[in-house]
Nanobody
Framework: EAQLVQSGGGLVQAGGSLRLSCVVS????????MGWFRQAPGKEREGITA????????YYDDSVKGRFSISTDVGKNTVYLQMNALTPEDTAVYYC?????????????????????WGQGTPVTVSS
């Protein structure tokens, strides 16, 4: 079965950095678009970034653009999320998932792909 195992979360001060990892088994990260979602307390889960290795397309939500960076290492079959300049508003549980990127009317959104399970979730807490 496909499995996504996350690591790298934790507690960090505002302005600090963290890198999340998502190690994938059961399928290749270069064969699907891969995305990161986050869910803050009391809020819905939202897609914040995605990467499609097939054509090199990368997508960022405005809330993280310029601060977060998504990447893949095909040899390690791993997806990373580098998070810089963190703020308390970034506090959430972060999830990796294979996704479909839906583009319509000049905007984009992420649709969870049934091809994979969700990662188990990694809590990130940013203190002020």
């Amino acid at each position: 079965e496909a499995q996504l195992v996350q690591s790298g979360g934790g507690l960090v001060q505002a302005g600090g950095s963290l890198r999340l990892s998502c190690v994938v088994s059961g399928f290749s990260v270069d064969g699907e678009c891969m995305g990161w979602f986050r869910q803050a307390p009391g809020k819905e889960r939202e897609g914040i970034t995605a990467i499609c290795a097939s054509d090199g397309s990368i997508y960022y939500d405005d809330s993280v653009k310029g601060r977060f960076s998504i990447s893949t290492d095909v040899g390690k079959n791993t997806v990373y999320l580098q998070m810089n300049a963190l703020t308390p508003e970034d506090t959430a549980v972060y999830y990796c998932k294979a996704v479909q990127v839906v583009i319509q009317g000049g905007s984009w959104s992420l649709r969870p792909h049934g091809f994979s399970t969700w990662g188990q979730g990694t809590p990130v807490t940013v203190s002020s």
